[in-house]
């Protein structure tokens, strides 16, 4: 990140002195890489016996998502969910491969529902307009992803 000026924020006419952060140079977003990445480690875990692991990002909220690369801060990110420029949260595919980890395991374990309903995100953490809508499956919806 390179800002053009380094301000006080609490100094008068700082908003006009600066401009937001951007990226430094050519970067692309790869989505699928964080999810190569949380199932590789999953396999790790899986292998090695663990018993319960934790990713350690929900979302990044201080690096938000943009369409335009110069300034996609949350490219970043190790959060498994982006903060759009409105404050929603939208799933990166990551969050998806994290879902299907879930799924795998509790099959594997015979333990749960099968099929759509084998992981039950806590929505209570979830805005009302996050929360899976009545007859959509309880890990979210591919159709509602970005």
């Given at each position: 990140m390179t800002p053009s000026v380094r301000v006080c924020a609490s100094i008068s006419g700082a908003a006009s002195r600066s401009r937001?952060?951007?990226?430094?140079?050519?970067y692309i977003r790869d989505e699928d890489e964080q999810a190569r990445y949380l199932r590789r480690q999953w396999g790790v875990f899986?292998?090695?016996?663990?018993?319960?692991?934790?990713w350690f990002t929900f979302a990044g909220y201080t690096p938000p998502h943009h369409e335009d690369p110069r300034y996609?801060?949350?490219?970043?990110?190790?959060?498994?969910?982006?903060?759009?420029?409105d404050g929603s949260l939208a799933p990166k595919r990551s969050f998806h491969?994290?879902?299907?980890?879930?799924?795998?395991?509790q099959d594997a374990q015979g333990a749960g529902p099968k099929g759509d309903d084998a992981f039950e995100f806590p929505t209570s953490s979830l805005s009302?307009?996050?929360?899976?809508?009545?007859?959509?499956?309880?890990g979210g919806s591919p159709a509602r992803a970005p």
């Open positions: 937001r952060p951007n990226i430094d140079g050519d899986d292998e090695e016996g663990v018993d319960t692991a934790f996609d801060l949350d490219m970043a990110s190790y959060g498994v969910r982006k903060v759009m420029p491969a994290m879902a299907e980890a879930y799924r795998s395991a009302r307009a996050e929360r899976p809508r009545a007859g959509e499956p309880r």
